[in-house]
């Protein structure tokens, strides 16, 4: 059974750094991504990649978060930069198969001002 874990997440000032990792087991992954979600608000997309390397990247976070893959050991990377209070989120990873996809428990980014 897949299930993605997360991990990275913390507390950091404005303008650090967080990197965030995602591994599962089990199935080969045509996209890997990262959600968010603050409170009060909705889920919302903040970067895909595919198994080939494409990439997709909420306008918000442009310039600044880098998503990338480990296709060997089935883990998705969110590397953070410049981080704003506005980035403050729980957030998760989301891995796609042709019949389904998975959701993480989520791992709670904090950035103070």
């Known amino acids: 059974q897949v299930q993605p874990v997360e991990s990275g997440g913390g507390l950091v000032q404005a303008g650090g750094s967080l990197r965030l990792s995602c591994a599962a087991s089990?199935?080969?992954?045509?996209?890997m991504g990262w959600f968010r979600q603050a409170p009060g608000k909705q889920r919302e997309l903040v970067a895909t990649?595919?198994?080939?390397?494409?990439?997709n990247y909420a306008d918000s976070i442009k310039g600044r978060f880098t998503i990338s893959r480990d296709n060997a050991k089935k883990t998705v990377y969110l590397q953070m930069n410049s981080l704003k209070p506005e980035d403050t989120a729980v957030y998760y990873c989301?891995?796609?198969?042709?019949?389904?996809?998975?959701w993480g428990q989520g791992t709670q980014v904090t950035v103070s001002s």
């Open positions: 990649i595919t198994i080939s390397g494409s990439t």
């Open positions: 989301r891995l796609y198969t042709p019949s389904r996809d998975y």
């Open positions: 089990g199935s080969i992954f045509s996209t």
